[in-house]
């Protein structure tokens, strides 16, 4: 826990920000593709399909090398801890995502930074500075602002998005905490063989061939969940929970872009108003890490 606090390198921090605000587009671009298939198919058949994709992907980059490294790995037990509730944020999030527009899980789940940043505090022992405090609650309230999520009611999809929040963020959590100790695309390959394991059984049983259509957007999620999860464990290793958890906020801009292309969502000015809000404090973010490589 000690080299928690070690001070990072200002253009390390940056690049991290740059590969995590990457992967929320691309997770962005993925939960629009897995929305239009949970219409139709569950979300175990999602998973497995996903994690095909990857692996398949990890072999044709590392060979049966890589896999053997992954399985002696000295992380396999953290990884698979952080696998196990990245899975339950994934099930509580998917399975709302039949009842929720895009715009309205994306809201709710942007609890998740705010979390993050109290959690590094306890569990990383993170400095976290009140400038990048201001930043992740600047950020909520734009996040309200734009959806204005009061208005939705407390209902059981809402309680399973505000739940995969709090997964997903002890998720993060853990993994700034073995991001280190690891190769990122060992990362990957432990994640989603855990994923492909988990969900094949349950799979079974609620098996649809997919369409044509339906199997084109199942390697869509793949390719962009993999990239995804590859961008984020290497951004996780540049910089702190605390700085990469505003960036998450992002991910609000693209829900509203891939509502508005896919479903014809348009957006109400409050929105515009919420996205500036929410750009603004990344900023502030990214100013401060500028500031301090400077000093």
């Known amino acids: 826990m000690a080299n928690a606090t070690i001070v990072e390198p200002a253009d390390r921090v940056l690049l991290g920000i740059l590969l995590t605000s990457v992967a929320y587009a691309l997770f962005s671009a993925q939960d629009a593709a897995i929305k239009l298939l949970v219409a139709g198919i569950s979300v175990w058949q999602v998973m497995v399909f996903r994690s095909i994709v990857v692996l398949a992907g990890c072999l044709a980059s590392g060979g049966t090398a890589l896999f053997r490294d992954a399985v002696h790995s000295p992380i396999v037990k953290p990884m698979l801890l952080r696998s196990v509730l990245t899975l339950l944020a994934w099930l509580c999030y998917y399975t709302a995502a039949k009842y929720l527009q895009l715009a309205e899980m994306t809201t709710i789940y942007f609890a998740a930074p705010v979390i993050v940043t109290t959690l590094s505090v306890f569990i990383l022992r993170e400095q976290v500075p009140l400038l990048r405090w201001g930043s992740v609650f600047l950020g909520f309230i734009g996040v309200f602002i734009a959806c204005d ?9 809402i309680l399973l998005v505000l739940a995969a929040a709090f997964f997903w963020a002890l998720a993060i959590v853990l993994l700034r905490k073995i991001a280190q ?14 994923f492909l394991i ?14 044509l259509y339906q199997f084109v957007l199942l390697l869509m999620v793949g ?5 995804a999860q590859l961008a984020l464990f290497d951004g996780m290793k540049r910089a702190a929970a605390s700085v990469i958890a505003p960036f998450e906020y992002t991910s609000l801009v693209w829900a509203f872009v891939f509502g508005y292309l896919i479903w014809d ?6 929105v515009f108003v919420g996205a500036g809000i929410i750009v603004f404090a990344g900023l502030i973010v990214i100013g401060g890490e500028h500031f301090r490589k400077r000093a």
Do not use: Y
């Not at 999520?149 to 999809?157: E, F, H, K, Q, V």
């Not at 100790?181 to 855990?194: H, K």
């Not at 988990?198 to 369409?211: K, L, N, R």
């Not at 390719?223 to 990239?227: E, P, R, S």
């Open 149 to 157: 999520p009061a208005n939705l009611g407390i209902t059981m999809p």
């Open 198 to 211: 988990s969900a094949a059984v349950p799979m079974v049983f609620v098996w649809q061939t997919p369409s």
């Open 265 to 270: 969502d348009v957006p109400r000015p409050e």
């Open 181 to 194: 100790q690891e190769r990122t695309i060992v990362q990957l390959v432990l994640n989603n063989l855990f």
């Open 223 to 227: 390719v962009l969940g993999g990239a």
